[in-house]
């Protein structure tokens, strides 16, 4: 367990539920100042605060406690704040008009399954698209070193040794992340995904 | 989505992150990674320079900054911001399960909303009893006594209740992820270990995260892990559905209190096939 953590969150990663009052008192207005300093109303940065401690604490078993507990807490923050303003240009963009073959999606592996009889068909597509959402959203609740793992293993094909001379941990860290990263993933979107080699 | 409708993992994941560098501002969990020092040369210069000309992402790096510097506040500023504690009975409300103890209300209980001088005692009835000042205060003293008795039993039962969640929940977690203090021990086949050797596990972890190399002969997609002590019929642990990662390994994880210093073997079976193992690992636990 990191010593960079406080005392409050130490108690509460090992499992003491009751210390998680200290830990929303101890970082609520470091949370909250997050969203009203970006142009959020207080009403909706109180919910934006609710929910990123909602996902603290719903995401405790996948946190190790090797990083910095406040690094997590601005990752939950910073993703939040990103969807959102997604959401709201893609509300905008929905009453304006509805594009169901924008044809913007351009990745090497998209483009495959497009060419695909499949690919072209607005359902499949859809499903993929959701997918993707929900795989974004799982990844942005991983702890970061955890996620860099899985990152690193996927899309640069890296071996354990070579993950962890680029993250500066032990090989054993990164494989017991990505054990736990497989885990966590295939409770979250296995419904979504036929396997998660990692 | 049905189970035939299903997408492979790694070419979604690939196409995520390959939309999230064209994007046009680096992702949150990009700027973390350009921090701590996990992106290549050529995207950490590919962040740097978005960073020169983006105001937005520069200011979000200032705040993942303030984030890892962040100055935890004294225990007495803590407690003295009535915004969150009544952002906190909010909270209590939406946490799963609602398992947090309730401190709040252990403290409304006992403190008076006002003043006992103030407050006329009240009978069960709810009439006033006006008996003269002796029985007023033998009633008093009497509505005190039962308040702290019930006080007390409150306190002794919430601190067994949390006690017992606190347990529950290190078990939980035990159980379901590799503990930081983790030893780890790898087990080769036959084919690569030499007879005479016996692999050492000095285990001061609470887990003991295991590396077994199934033999080339094995022709199954499932396995069954059995961990005996050496000489003793009953297996200790039972591992089912294990199945190989991608370097051809097996992985195993199991708490260090099942297995007291000795030697022991797995034993690896086909999880379709027979009751004969197809390769016995020996090893020792020892203390460090």
């Known amino acids: ?198 | 989505m049905t189970p035939s409708k299903k997408l492979p993992f790694s070419p979604v994941l690939r196409s995520v992150l390959d939309e999230d560098r064209r994007a046009a501002h680096p992702t949150p969990n990009r700027l973390i990674d350009y921090r701590s020092g996990w992106l290549s040369p050529e995207e950490a210069s590919r962040v740097e320079e978005h960073l020169r000309g983006c105001q937005e992402c520069a200011e979000l790096l200032r705040d993942l900054e303030a984030f890892e510097g962040f100055a935890v506040p004294s225990g007495t500023e803590v407690s003295a911001d009535s915004e969150a504690d009544a952002a906190w009975q909010r909270m209590r409300e939406r946490l799963p399960g609602k398992v947090v103890a309730d401190s709040k209300a252990m403290r409304l209980v006992s403190a008076p909303r006002t003043s006992p001088v103030a407050q006329e005692p009240r009978w069960p009835s709810g009439r006033p009893r006006r008996d003269g000042a002796f029985a007023q205060a033998a009633f008093r003293g009497w509505v005190s006594a039962l308040l702290a008795a019930a006080l007390f039993v409150c306190l002794v039962g919430l601190g067994i209740l949390s006690r017992s969640v606190v347990r529950l929940q290190t078990k939980v977690r035990e159980l379901s992820q590799p503990s930081p203090n983790v030893a780890t021990i790898q087990l080769f086949s036959d084919a690569v270990r030499g007879a005479a050797e016996r692999p050492v596990v000095s285990a001061a972890g609470d887990q003991i995260f295991f590396t077994l190399e199934p033999p080339d002969s094995a022709n199954t997609k499932e396995f069954r892990a059995e961990i005996r002590k050496d000489g003793s019929g009953e297996p200790i642990a039972r591992v089912h559905g294990l199945r190989k990662m991608d370097d051809g390994l097996l992985h195993l994880l199991v708490r260090r209190s099942l297995l007291l210093n000795g030697d022991y073997e797995v034993n690896l079976f086909s999880e379709s096939g027979g009751p004969k193992p197809l390769q016995s690992y020996p090893f020792t636990v020892s203390s460090p």
């Open chain 1, 1 to 198: 367990m990191s010593s960079e953590n406080d005392d409050c969150v130490e108690r509460w990663l090992l499992g003491d539920d009751a210390s998680f009052e200290g830990v929303f008192h101890k970082y609520y207005r470091l949370v909250r100042s997050f969203f009203t300093k970006r142009g959020f109303t207080p009403e909706e940065s109180e919910d934006l605060t609710q929910e990123v401690f909602i996902r603290v604490y719903k995401g405790r078993a996948s946190f190790r406690g090797e990083s910095r507990f406040t690094t997590w807490l601005f990752q939950i923050c910073a993703n939040l704040f990103r969807n959102e303003l997604r959401d709201r240009s893609a509300q905008k963009r929905d009453h304006t008009e509805v594009r169901l073959d924008d044809g913007t999606l351009g990745s090497e592996a998209e483009q495959l399954e497009d060419d695909s009889e499949e690919g072209a068909d607005p359902v499949r597509r859809a499903l993929r698209e959701e997918a993707k959402t929900k795989l974004r959203a799982a990844l942005a609740d991983l702890p970061p070193q955890m996620r860099r793992c899985v990152e690193l293993r996927v899309d640069e094909d890296l071996k354990y040794r070579e993950i962890a001379a680029r993250m500066g941990v032990s090989i054993d860290t990164v494989k017991a992340h990505l054990f736990q990263a497989r885990q966590i993933l295939k409770e979250k979107l296995g419904d979504y995904f036929e396997d998660f080699n990692l």
